[in-house]
T-cell receptor, first 109, second 113 residues
Framework: GQNIDQPTEMTATEGAIVQINCTYQ??????LFWYQQHAGEAPTFLSY??LDGLEEKGRFSSFLSRSKGYSYLLLKELQMKDSASYLC??????????WGAGTKLIIKP | DGGITQSPKYLFRKEGQNVTLSCEQN?????MYWYRQDPGQGLRLIYY???????QKGDIAEGYSVSREKKESFPLTVTSAQKNPTAFYLC????????????FGSGTRLTVV
């Protein structure tokens, strides 16, 4: 079957760094996405990885290892507005997105 | 500006009633999707459409119906056969096959009263 696992909840301190992990098993692979979702709102796109390695975009970076079925999202210099759920999604062989349950990130002052 | 509009934002339904959620996009995207999101769960695909007048069932299509008569519109009807319809519903669109560019609507929260 297809499965995406990520931690349910994480807590971090303002100004610190946090890493959110995602492991996946899917039928085919056409890229891995990270989305941010604030409560009651639509997900917004953060990053896309299709090749192994690290993609950096400002305070956010995303890493992919296809051989390990593993990705992480790294958030630096955390701000209170980063409190949200972070969704990992994988494009399968039909280019449909398979979604993880999301990681709720709580930022404390 | 281009985007996806979902309406209404909040919807209350009595048991036994059908309700229709609206989704309109002006991005000229071929593909459109309906997802359901429950607390602590990921987005689950209800229906999707890759082209006008054609749509496919997703993982949880039972109790739902859709139509795609126009490229811009992909309404979702939650029927009385859906036993647990209270959830957050998200509509999304994508340019087309083998291309990624998902855009989401702002969602509709449906509550059965």
């Amino acid at each position: 079957g297809q499965n995406i696992d990520q931690p349910t909840e994480m807590t971090a301190t303002e100004g610190a760094i946090v890493q959110i992990n995602c492991t996946y098993q899917t039928s085919g692979f056409n890229g891995l996405f990270w989305y941010q979702q604030h409560a009651g709102e639509a997900p917004t796109f953060l990053s896309y990885n299709v090749l192994d390695g690290l993609e950096e975009k400002g305070r956010f970076s995303s890493f992919l290892s296809r051989s390990k079925g593993y990705s992480y999202l790294l958030l630096k210099e955390l701000q209170m507005k980063d409190s949200a759920s972070y969704l990992c999604a994988v494009g399968d062989s039909n280019y449909q997105l398979i979604w993880g349950a999301g990681t709720k990130l709580i930022i404390k002052p | 500006d281009g985007g996806i509009t979902q309406s209404p934002k909040y919807l209350f339904r009595k048991e036994g009633q059908n309700v229709t959620l609206s989704c309109e996009q002006n991005l000229n995207h071929d593909a459109m999707y309906w997802y359901r999101q429950d607390p602590g769960q990921g987005l689950r695909l209800i229906y999707y459409s890759q082209i006008v007048n054609d749509f496919q069932k997703g993982d949880i299509a039972e109790g739902y119906s859709v139509s795609r008569e126009k490229k811009e519109s992909f309404p979702l009807t939650v029927t009385s056969a859906q036993k647990n319809p209270t959830a957050f519903y998200l509509c999304a669109s994508n340019p087309g096959e083998q291309v990624y560019g998902y855009t989401f609507g702002s969602g509709t929260r449906l509550t059965v009263v």
